[in-house]
């Protein structure tokens, strides 16, 4: 199952950098947040797998998509002619800081304490423990965020229907 997972999230992110259609990228990037939702109940984790689905699936990518939809009233400019030197800069830039990620990470003390100590793995999200953190420690982000969503799609609105 965790091949079938992890196809599905490789799969939808590749889909999405790969799509020209934004519309279509975005639904890729539904199966991709599907995917990982997936893993996180192959990781016993349900809460974390509902918090995917319901914030990343439900919430934002309705935002995303509602404000490309609301924007994209205007035809698109016609590509540049391609440079493929910047191509494979691109690709080799993104090898190497990708290899300088996973070197960083093996190296970090919380991998090498996990391979000293036999790996025990933490407990799962609890959603106790996500409103404990949430509306205790970060209610000020997250009225914040919210405040900043709602001026976002207020602004978005205001750009695409000038007449109101």
Known sequence: MFLVFAL??????????????????GLCM??????????????????AAALQIIV?????LVLVLFVIMMLNSHEEE?????HPIQRWLSVAL?????????????????VQQL??????????????GVGAVLFAGHLLGFEVAGLM????MVGAVALTKRNL
Do not use: D
Not at 30 to 46: D, E
Not at 56 to 60: F, H, R, S, V
């Open 78 to 82: 016609p590509a540049e002619t391609p």
């Open 149 to 152: 969503l709602l001026a976002a």
């Open 94 to 110: 993104s090898l190497a800081l990708g290899v300088g990620a996973v070197k960083l990470v093996l190296a970090s003390r919380g």
């Open 30 to 47: 539904v199966a991709a947040f599907f995917g990982v939702a997936g893993l996180f109940v192959l990781l016993a984790n349900p809460v």
């Open 115 to 128: 391979a000293v100590q036999g790996a025990a793995l933490p407990r799962g999200t609890t959603l106790e």
């Open 56 to 60: 990343y699936t439900g919430a934002i």
């Open 8 to 25: 599905i999230t490789l799969l939808g992110a590749l889909g999405m950098l790969l799509q020209r259609n934004i519309i279509v990228a």
